[in-house]
């Protein structure tokens, strides 16, 4: 079974950037999609950004302008830079695989936004 595994969470101020990164365990063109999910406390989960076998990438309009995704092939690693960071943006960030509308979870990383 695919696994996923995320890093780079953490704690930064408003107005900052992280680089959230999420290596898997499969040639990632095996997949349909990559990307972000996340959840914030008493919020429903939201798609922060996508992108599918063919390059074409997806922003929530929450993140859109601040948000990137990329990927490196040879590395099977996605990567979700978020710049301009708000308050807003603090929740748990899930990376995921999707093939056939089967998705595969990462364990999440936590991203909080504060001064």
């Known amino acids: 079974q695919v696994q996923l595994v995320e890093s780079g969470g953490g704690l930064v101020q408003p107005g900052g950037s992280l680089r959230l990164s999420c290596a898997v365990s499969?040639?990632?063109?095996?997949?349909?999609?990559v990307g972000w999910y996340r959840r914030a406390p008493d919020k429903e989960r939201e798609l922060v950004a996508s992108i599918n076998v063919g390059g074409k990438t997806r922003f929530a309009d929450s993140v859109n302008g601040r948000f990137t995704i990329s990927r490196d092939n040879a590395k099977n690693t996605v990567y979700l830079q978020m710049n301009s960071l708000k308050p807003e943006d603090t929740a748990v960030y899930y990376c995921?695989?999707?093939?056939?509308?089967?998705?595969?979870w990462g364990q999440g990383t936590q991203v909080t936004v504060s001064s």
């Open positions: 499969e040639n990632i063109f095996n997949f349909n999609s």
């Open positions: 995921y695989v999707n093939i056939l509308s089967r998705y595969t």
